[in-house]
């Protein structure tokens, strides 16, 4: 417990989108049983006293500075117009907003994600280890964890009308190879293993060289 506490405080200093992440994870532990439990147990409130403790000195200064860093945040996410839409869209600010926002947001974070799927295509076809099982709390874990933080962010973009930067989601998605895995649960042949390896190198040199080709 004392762990998560600092770790999950550094990581909100490291970064506030931090919370996103969480959001999934304080749901789990309202919703579930085994997450109800652990509001029974004295080391979930040392982790809270331990993250609030780490942030307070950050929560002091931006008191102090007119909560600078959420407010630029807040202003990211404004309201510019999507290049390429029709003309006729910028009458109807809330379509764009509410629509528009939600669709280029679902379709960049599709894009980002694809190199991991074709990665992972060899887990994909392959047939399920029937002596890998998880209990339904673990599955809920790992789903959540994996999926639950860009769902956040969709679902303030539909009912706010904000405007979520690609660059901002694709960190959320750092846990979707671990949910795929648990979900298809592969028998993974050394065959595999190998396309496994051979594809995480194919992309690792392709990202770096279109984006060299780009920047030129």
Not at 94 to 106: M, R
Not at 109 to 127: S, Y
Not at 188 to 203: G, M, P, Q, S, Y
């Amino acid at each position: 417990w004392i762990l998560l506490g600092l770790v999950t405080g550094l990581a909100c200093m490291a970064k506030y989108e931090t919370a996103v992440i969480l959001l999934p994870m304080i749901y789990l532990l309202c919703a579930t049983e085994q997450g109800r439990a652990a509001w029974r147990s004295k080391g979930i409130y040392l982790s809270l006293a331990i993250v609030t403790a780490v942030c307070l000195p950050n929560l002091i200064w931006l008191y102090h500075n007119q909560w600078i860093a959420i407010t630029y945040a807040f202003a990211r996410v404004g309201n510019p117009h999507i290049k390429g839409l029709p003309h006729w869209v910028q009458h109807f600010p809330w379509f764009e907003h509410h629509f528009a926002y939600p669709l280029k947001y679902i379709i960049e974070q599709l894009g980002a994600i694809l190199p991991a799927l074709i990665i992972l295509l060899p887990v994909f076809t392959a047939k399920q280890d029937e002596t890998i099982s998880l209990s339904s709390f673990q599955k809920k874990y790992v789903h959540a964890l994996a999926w639950g933080p860009a769902l956040v962010c969709l679902a303030l973009s539909i009912i706010l009308g904000m405007r979520i930067y690609s660059m901002w989601g694709v960190p959320l998605f750092m846990g979707v190879g671990v949910s795929l895995v648990a979900w298809q649960r592969p028998l993974l042949t050394r065959a595999r293993i190998v396309c496994l390896v051979l594809l995480t190198a194919f992309f690792m040199i392709l990202a770096p060289t279109v984006r060299a080709y780009d920047v030129v």
